[in-house]
């Protein structure tokens, strides 16, 4: 079976601009996560869908951030505009029902 | 808050032997924790989990300890393998409901 799979695996932007990053997730995995991991902290939550409704969000920083999830299967998280802080390693992760995350090999956002 | 750590950021043992990665955790109420390997360029891969009912699981070559007394976890690796190599993190939730909160994470550094 095809893995979490997330694009684009790098990018670089400016300050001030808009990126959106993509993930699909296991195929039948209704539960779909976001994490991200800045420079040297801890991976930290951003949010979870189950299918398409977002079931916490509690980890999104701020209003600069937005996830979606539309039908249910693949989902992007938009950064706008985005801000020097951002930068790091963003991770999907997906599973079934109480089951252990599969994470992606992530997505390195720099901003400069 | 809660949290979850690492007593070392680094372990460097020789190939062969045995390693042993520990994990504090403050939150009493957590009662499911898993360990997840992540090697260079590649998102954090399950490797064992265990919930608060239990005090040991066993996997192939590694064994995770959960000690609810003070609040403990360790993940220990046998015959340590150059493929071991990698940064490993240890996360728990309350239920397996609510978002894992990651430890900061350990770098095992193996030596052939």
């Known amino acids: 079976e095809a893995g979490v799979t997330q694009f684009p695996s790098h990018s670089v932007i400016e300050k001030g601009q808009t990126v959106t990053l993509r993930c699909d997730p296991i195929?039948?995995?209704?539960?779909l996560y976001w994490y991200r991991r800045v420079m040297g902290k801890e991976i930290k939550f951003l949010l979870h869908?189950?299918?398409?409704?977002?079931?916490?969000e509690s980890g999104m920083p701020n209003n600069r951030f937005l996830a979606e999830r539309t039908g249910g299967t693949y989902s992007t998280l938009k950064v706008q505009p985005a801000e020097l802080e951002d930068s790091g390693v963003y991770f999907c992760?997906?599973?079934?029902?109480?089951?252990?995350?599969?994470f992606g090999n992530g997505t390195r956002l720099t901003v400069t | 808050g809660e949290s979850v750590g690492l007593h070392l950021p680094t372990l460097s043992v020789q190939e062969g032997d045995n390693s042993i990665i520990n994990c504090a955790y403050s939150?009493?109420?957590?009662?499911?924790f898993i360990w997840y390997k992540q090697e260079s360029g590649k998102g954090p891969q399950f490797i064992i989990d265990?919930?608060?009912?239990?005090d040991k699981r066993q996997g192939q070559r590694v064994t995770v300890l959960l000690n609810k007394t003070v609040k403990h976890l360790s993940l220990q690796i046998a015959a340590t393998q150059p493929g071991d190599s990698a940064v490993y993190f240890c996360?728990?939730?309350?239920?397996?409901?609510?978002?894992?909160?990651f430890g900061k994470g350990t770098r095992l550094s193996v030596i052939a």
């Open positions: 992760a997906s599973s079934p029902s109480h089951s252990p995350l599969h």
């Open positions: 195929s039948g995995h209704d539960n």
């Open positions: 869908f189950v299918k398409e409704s977002k079931q916490d």
């Open positions: 939150n009493s109420a957590s009662d499911y």
């Open positions: 265990i919930r608060s009912n239990m």
């Open positions: 996360a728990e939730s309350r239920s397996g409901n609510t978002p894992l909160v």
